[in-house]
Nanobody
Framework: QVQLLESGGGLVQAGGSLRLSCVVS????????MAWYRQAPGKQRVLVAG???????VYADSVKGRFTISRANVGNTMYLQMNSLKPDDTAVYYC???????????????WGQGTQVTVSS
């Protein structure tokens, strides 16, 4: 069974930084894509940053130059480094992976439970 465990959220003042982590555990053959999404109160969940197996990253326009998605060299941990945070960044952040549990199996979509990020002005 695949599980995603997020950490690193919290309360920070505008201009501050946070780093979110997401540990992917379980029977994993390959991680084909990873991403971070966020959902603000009353709004839809939206993509913040994503990276495919080729290594190129994409970012929402609102976070370009401030956020960086990365993956640990060893193990299955992904990160979202968030700098120069703004009150508009306040949301629940979710990690998402598309992975295969075996070579002959199709890929599936998995989500973390979410971690709250609150940026005060």
């Amino acid at each position: 069974q695949v599980q995603l465990l997020e950490s690193g959220g919290g309360l920070v003042q505008a201009g501050g930084s946070l780093r979110l982590s997401c540990v992917v555990s379980g029977s994993i053959f390959s991680i084909n894509a990873m991403a971070w999404y966020r959902q603000a109160p009353g709004k839809q969940r939206v993509l913040v940053a994503g990276e495919g197996s080729g290594g190129s990253a994409v970012y929402a326009d609102s976070v370009k130059g401030r956020f960086t998605i990365s993956r640990a060299n060893v193990g299955n941990t992904m990160y979202l480094q968030m700098n120069s945070l703004k009150p508009d960044d306040t949301a629940v952040y979710y990690c998402n992976v598309i992975l295969k549990v075996a070579a002959a199996q199709p890929q599936y979509d998995y989500w973390g439970q979410g971690t709250q990020v609150t940026v005060s002005s």
